[in-house]
């Protein structure tokens, strides 16, 4: 939506009636155009990866809107540790960008942080992004419907392996999801293992269909190394 004054760009501070300028949009970290519907990592032809067809998510389908890296990183940075709730809808507006023809789900349940993660940062940044989307899109929020059980440690301070086992049996769910389509939104995806454990629990509470909802996808340094061969053989 355009403003009725000229505002600044984002990321260049360049005059524009958006958020972003037209040139900043355009340069944003955009997925692998072939990649796995399931992890979001490059594959051949979209065809879901052979780590997927070994160890399948739990999740039915995963969209992300960019890739973790600069400058959609230090945007997420901004929201989560300087409190800048500015970004959040930007963020939004990121996803919502490449939900066109996404199938839209019953309900939305953001990603939650522990009481005293929460106390910590004083807002959930998932949350936050969810507010916008839900608006957007019409989609109720279930911000209340899983509760973080378990104070984890920060999954960016553990190795791919870890962060597996430091998510089990780190969440509940205390609603009624029956016969529901559900959406679990969160700001980045790295292993998935936040996601696919909280996954299973929506399903233990009849969710029949889950798709996963994150801003960003972080890209292990093969599958980047990967996605940047392909970019180049496109040139």
Same mark, same amino acid.
């Given at each position: ?31 692998? %155009?072939?990649?796995? %519907? ?172 889950? %798709? ?9 340094? %093969? ?13």
């Amino acid at each position: 939506m355009q403003t009725l004054f000229p505002t600044n760009c984002l990321l260049c501070l360049a005059d524009c009636e958006s958020d972003l300028c037209r040139a900043c949009r355009e340069s944003l970290p955009q997925l692998p %155009s072939e990649h796995c %519907s399931l992890c979001l990592l490059p594959t051949k032809d979209s065809c879901i990866c052979g780590n997927c067809l070994k160890h399948p998510p739990v999740w039915t389908q995963a969209l992300a809107a960019l890739q973790y890296v600069f400058p959609i990183d230090a945007m997420i940075h901004s929201l989560k540790y300087q409190g800048n709730l500015t970004v959040a809808p930007i963020l939004a507006n990121l996803l919502l960008a490449k939900m066109n023809h996404c199938p839209l789900p019953d309900v939305i349940i953001p990603v939650p942080l522990h009481p005293i993660k929460l106390q910590e940062r004083g807002f959930n940044q998932a949350l936050e992004i969810s507010r916008h989307i839900s608006r957007q899109i019409n989609v109720p929020l279930l911000p209340h419907a899983c509760v973080r059980t378990r104070d984890t440690f920060s999954q960016t301070e553990l190795s791919w392996k870890k962060r597996l086992t430091n998510m089990q049996n780190a969440f509940e769910c205390t609603t009624s999801l029956a016969h529901k389509q559900v959406a679990l939104l969160d700001d980045v995806m790295t292993s998935g293992a936040t996601l696919n454990e909280l996954d299973k629990v929506v399903r233990k509470h009849g969710a029949t269909r889950v %798709s996963v909802w994150v801003i960003a996808r972080a890209m292990p340094s %093969s599958a980047l190394i990967k996605a940047t061969e392909h970019h180049q053989t496109m040139l």
